[in-house]
C-alpha cells in the first residue's frame, strides 16, 4: 500500500506507519497560510507571457485613465449632446454621413478659439467623445474601439491634433495655474482638467493611427505615415513634438508646475516615441539593413524569436525547499528502516523504496545530474550529498520564515519532461579585440614578442594555435558600433582629408539634437519620477507628489471607497514605472543604432544619476508578489465600464481581483528595467563593479523566481558579467545558477567569465575607463553638433570696407533707442588707444 504525500511517494508498510505519517503531514499543512506572501514558494507556475512593444490595445486605452476619471466619461457625452442636439436637430452622430461628420467637426474646431476658457473647455470634451467612440450609441465594445478609430482618422483630417498642440502650449505657458498649483497646500484632479482632456485626446489619436489593422485603407495608411512623419520632424517651434513632452516632465520635477498629470504626459510621451522611432521590431529590421550597408555580416539568429521559443528555468531553492528536503531524507531512512524491521517480524512482505524524485533548482530540461549516482539509496545513506544543492547565500527575505518547513511542490507530470535540445540557443560571437588579446598572449608565450593588432600571420606558433585561430575567426562578429567607432576615430584624426560627415536626418537624430542641450535634465528628471513611483520608495516631504492627477478633491470617507483609491494609486505607479522604464529602453537601443556615442551619451548621464542603485532597489522587494499584483478593477476599465451596466462593488470583490496568473504591465516594466541594466553595464567594468558594491547578486537570484525565460535571460547576464569579482566560494556554492548561465546565455569562446583571469578587469583602470569614455563623448558632440567648432579653418577677411560693408541684422524696434545705445555704449565709453596699440 502506498500513500502520496505531497512531492514524495513514502510505501507504508504497517497501520502504524501509516498514522505516524498522516499526522506529520497535518503538522505541516497547518503552516500553509504562512507562505501564501512568502518569497520563498517552493514552485512558481510558468508564466505564459509573450514580451512585445505593449500590451493589447484595449488595455492600453485603459491605462490611460484613472478610476477616479470615471465620472468624467459622461460629462464628455453630456457636453457633446447637448452642442450635436443644438445643430443637428433628431439624429445620430452614427446616422449622419461623411460630409455631414467633416462639417460638424470643423465648427468644433472653429469653437476651440473662442477666448471663453469654460466654453473652450466644453467643446474640447465634445472632441474628447468622439475620440472615446460615441460609446452611448455603441453596444459593444468592439463598436466603440471601431467609432473610435473611425473618429479619430476623421479627427486628424481636419487638423485637430495642431489645434490641440496650441492649446497645450498656452496651458504648459500658463502662469497663473501654475503659480496657483505651487501655493496650494493640497493638489487634486480638479487642478488639471484642461491638461487632462487635452491629453486624452491626443494619446487617442497618436495610439489609434500608430496601430496599424487588416482593413486600413490606403487613406488611412498614408495619413499614418503623415502622421509619424509630422510628429518625428522639427515642426512644432523647431523641435519635434517629444520634446514639448520632456519640457513638461522638467517642469513637473523642478517643482514649477507640480499640477501637471504626468501619468497621462509619460504615457503620450513613450507612444510618441515609439510611434516616431519604431518598436523593437522594427529596430531588428533597421539593424539588418544597416549592417547590409556597412557590408558586414548577417545577424546569426533573430533575437525576438529566439527568446520567444526559450523556455523558463526552475529558480534556485531557497533555505525552506532546503531543510525539507534533508527532513524528507531523514524520513525516508526512518521509513526504510521500519519496513526492514517490520518483513523481518513478518508483519508484512517487504517493499522495494521508490526511489526520491526532486527537481534540480534552474533545470532547465528536467534532467538528472549526469554526475549523481541514479541508486536512490546510495544518496540516501550519505546526507552529506543534501547540501551539494545549496545556493549559498540565504535570501534576506526568507530569514524569517524559515522558522516551519512548508509542505514541499507536488511531482511534474511524466508529460512535462521534454528531452534536452541538441544545440544552445545562441550562437557563439568574438570580437576583433577577443583575437588580437589571444594572439598576443600565444606569440609571448611561444615566440617572445607581439605583432600588434596583426591578425593574419600565425609564423612560429604551433598547429593548435593555429586551429584556435580558425575557429575563433569564424565566429567573428563585428558589430555596427565598432563600425562606428572606428569612423569616428578617422574622422578626429583626419578632419580636412576626411571632409565633412554626411549625417541622414533620421527621426533618433532630429530626436538627439533636440535633446542634446538638455539631456542630463530629461534624464534625472525621469529618474526621479521613477523612483518616486517604484514599490520600494518611502514617502518624503521634499519628494515630488506623482498623485496630483488621481487624488480626488473630496477624500474617500468610506473602507470601499478607500479600497478603490487605494488600487488606484498603486495601479497609477504601476503604469508610470511601466511608461518610464519601456521609454528609456526605447531610446537606448535606437540611440545606439543612429550612433553608439549617442547611446553611450545617454547611458553615462543614467549611471551619473544612480540609475543601477535604483533599479536594484527597485528589485530588492517581493518581486513575486510584484508581479502577482491585482491592483485593477476589470468592471471601471475602458471600454468596459461605458458599455456595461457597472455592478456594485464590494469589499470583497475589490479584494478579489481579477482572474489573470501575472500583471502584465509589473512583469513588461522588470523585464524593461533589467534590459536598461544590462545596457548600461555591458562590457563597463567599472560599472560592473558598482553591481558587484551594491551586492546585486542576492537581489538578482530572488529574481529568478520568476518562470519567465525572457527575464531569466536577463538576470543570468547580469549574474555572468560580475561572476569573476564574487570569488571562488560564490561560484561554487551557485552552481545551478552557473549552469543555467551556460545554458541561456549567449558564449564568448575566450569568455573566462567563470574563472575571474580577465585582465581587463583591474580595477585601476575603472576610473580612467569613464573619463575617457566621457571625452570620446565630448569629441563627437563637439564634431557634429558644434557650429563653432571649425571657425579656426574659415578664412579671415581683412578688408576694413566689406567688413563694415556687411548687412547685421538688428531688431525691429533698434532704431527706437538707436541714440540711446549710441549714447551708452560709444560715446560715453572711454577708449585706450594706447591699451590697443600695446596689445598688437
Known amino acids: 500500500m502506498q500513500q ?21 503531514a497535518q503538522e505541516r ?8 506572501d512568502s518569497e520563498g514558494s517552493m514552485e512558481s507556475p510558468n508564466l505564459e507571457f509573450e514580451y512585445g512593444d505593449m500590451d493589447n490595445f484595449t488595455a492600453e486605452l485603459s491605462e490611460l485613465y484613472s478610476y477616479t476619471e470615471e465620472p468624467e466619461f459622461s460629462l464628455n457625452r453630456d457636453y457633446f449632446e447637448e452642442d450635436f442636439k443644438n445643430h443637428v436637430k433628431g439624429r445620430r452622430w452614427m446616422e449622419l454621413s461623411m460630409e455631414e461628420q467633416r462639417v460638424y467637426v470643423m465648427r468644433l474646431l472653429d469653437a476651440l478659439e473662442v477666448t471663453d476658457r469654460d466654453k473652450r473647455l466644453k467643446v474640447a470634451r465634445a472632441i ?6 460615441v460609446f452611448d450609441e455603441c453596444d459593444t465594445e468592439a463598436d466603440v474601439l471601431y467609432w473610435s478609430r473611425h473618429n479619430v482618422f476623421l479627427l486628424y483630417d481636419m487638423g485637430i491634433f495642431t489645434a490641440l498642440l496650441e492649446l497645450l502650449s498656452m496651458e504648459i505657458d500658463n502662469n497663473q495655474a501654475c503659480s496657483s498649483a505651487v501655493r496650494k497646500p493640497a493638489i487634486s484632479l480638479a487642478d488639471s482638467t484642461e491638461l487632462r482632456v487635452l491629453l486624452s485626446i491626443m494619446y487617442l489619436m497618436v495610439e489609434t493611427i500608430r496601430v496599424e489593422t487588416e482593413g486600413d485603407s490606403p487613406e488611412r495608411k498614408a495619413a499614418r505615415e503623415a502622421f509619424r512623419t509630422e510628429l518625428g520632424s522639427p515642426l512644432y517651434n523647431g523641435e519635434p513634438f517629444a520634446l514639448l513632452l520632456f519640457t513638461m516632465v522638467t517642469k513637473f520635477c523642478c517643482m514649477n508646475a507640480p499640477h501637471f498629470p504626468m501619468k497621462k504626459v509619460l504615457l503620450l510621451l513613450w507612444k510618441t516615441i515609439l510611434f516616431t522611432l519604431g518598436g523593437f521590431e522594427e529596430l531588428q529590421e533597421l539593424k539588418v539593413r544597416m549592417r547590409e550597408q556597412l557590408n558586414l555580416s548577417a545577424l546569426p539568429e533573430d533575437s525576438i524569436k529566439v527568446v520567444r521559443h526559450m523556455r523558463a528555468a526552475s529558480p534556485p531553492a531557497s533555505a525552506m525547499e532546503l531543510i525539507e528536503q534533508q527532513q524528507q531524507q531523514k524520513r525516508g531512512r526512518r521509513s526504510r528502516r521500519s519496513a526492514f524491521v517490520d518483513s523481518l517480524e513478518g508483519d508484512s512482505p517487504y517493499a522495494k523504496k521508490q526511489p526520491l524524485v526532486k527537481q534540480d533548482s534552474l533545470d532547465t530540461y528536467n534532467e538528472r545530474d549526469p554526475f549523481k549516482n541514479d541508486d536512490a539509496r546510495d544518496e540516501e545513506d550519505d546526507p552529506e550529498d543534501v547540501d551539494s544543492g545549496i545556493e549559498g547565500e540565504v535570501d534576506p527575505l526568507d530569514r524569517d520564515v524559515i522558522i516551519q518547513p512548508p509542505p514541499p511542490p507536488p511531482l511534474r507530470p511524466p508529460t512535462e519532461r521534454v528531452s534536452f535540445p541538441r544545440g544552445l540557443p545562441w550562437a557563439p560571437k568574438v570580437r576583433e579585440k577577443d583575437i588580437e588579446h589571444f594572439l598576443e598572449t600565444s606569440r609571448n608565450k611561444f615566440i617572445g614578442f607581439t605583432l600588434g593588432n596583426d591578425i593574419d600571420t600565425l609564423v612560429g606558433l604551433p598547429r593548435p594555435i593555429h586551429e584556435s585561430v580558425k575557429t575563433l575567426k569564424q565566429h567573428k562578429y563585428v558589430s555596427i558600433a565598432e ?23 533620421t527621426p533618433a537624430e532630429i530626436l538627439y539634437l533636440g535633446m542634446l542641450p538638455s539631456l542630463s535634465q530629461y534624464v534625472i528628471a525621469l529618474l526621479k519620477l521613477l523612483l518616486a513611483a517604484a514599490p520600494t520608495s518611502k514617502a518624503k516631504t521634499d519628494s515630488i507628489n506623482i498623485l496630483a492627477d488621481i487624488l480626488p478633491e473630496e477624500m474617500p470617507i468610506t473602507v470601499l471607497q478607500s479600497m478603490k483609491l487605494g488600487i488606484d494609486v498603486n495601479r497609477h505607479k504601476e503604469i508610470i514605472v511601466k511608461a518610464i522604464s519601456a521609454l528609456l529602453l526605447l531610446l537606448l537601443k535606437h540611440f545606439k543604432l543612429n550612433h553608439i556615442y549617442q547611446f553611450e551619451y545617454v547611458a553615462q548621464h543614467l549611471v551619473f544619476a544612480n540609475c543601477i542603485p535604483l533599479i536594484l532597489k527597485f528589485f530588492n522587494q517581493n518581486i513575486m508578489s510584484y508581479i502577482s499584483a491585482k491592483n485593477s478593477i476589470c468592471a471601471l476599465d475602458f471600454p468596459h465600464c461605458v458599455v456595461h451596466e457597472m455592478p456594485e462593488l464590494t469589499a470583497e470583490s475589490l479584494e478579489a ?3 489573470n496568473q501575472f500583471c502584465w504591465r509589473n512583469l513588461f516594466s522588470c523585464i524593461n528595467l533589467l534590459r536598461i541594466l544590462n545596457k548600461i553595464t555591458k562590457w563597463k567594468h567599472s560599472r560592473t563593479m558598482m553591481l558587484v558594491v551594491f551586492k546585486s547578486a542576492p537581489i538578482l537570484k530572488r529574481a529568478l523566481k520568476v518562470k519567465q525565460a525572457m527575464m531569466q535571460l536577463y538576470v543570468l547576464k547580469l549574474l555572468k558579467i560580475q561572476t569573476k569579482y564574487l570569488g571562488r566560494q560564490w561560484r561554487k556554492s551557485n552552481m545551478k545558477t552557473m549552469s543555467a548561465i551556460y545554458q541561456k546565455v549567449r558564449h564568448r569562446l575566450n569568455d573566462d567569465w567563470a574563472y575571474g583571469n580577465d585582465i581587463d578587469a583591474r580595477p585601476w583602470d575603472f576610473q580612467a575607463e569613464e573619463c575617457a569614455l566621457r571625452e570620446s563623448i565630448e569629441k563627437f558632440n563637439a564634431r557634429r553638433y558644434d557650429k563653432n567648432q571649425n571657425s579656426e579653418f574659415t578664412p579671415v577677411d581683412n578688408c576694413l570696407q566689406s567688413v563694415l560693408g556687411q548687412r547685421v541684422d538688428l531688431p525691429e524696434d533698434f532704431h527706437y533707442s538707436y541714440e540711446m545705445w549710441l549714447e551708452r555704449e560709444v560715446f560715453s565709453q572711454p577708449i585706450q588707444w594706447e591699451g590697443l596699440l600695446q596689445a598688437q
Open 29 to 36: 499543512d497547518g503552516f500553509n497560510h504562512q507562505l501564501k
Open 483 to 505: 563600425v562606428q567607432i572606428k569612423r569616428e576615430e578617422e574622422l578626429q584624426q583626419c578632419p580636412m582629408t576626411m571632409g565633412e560627415e554626411e549625417v541622414e536626418e
Open 657 to 659: 481581483g481579477d482572474s
Open 128 to 133: 474628447l467623445y468622439l475620440a472615446q467612440g
Open 4 to 24: 502520496q504525500t505531497d512531492d514524495m511517494e513514502v510505501p507504508l508498510l504497517n497501520d502504524s506507519n501509516s498514522n505516524r505519517q498522516k499526522s506529520q
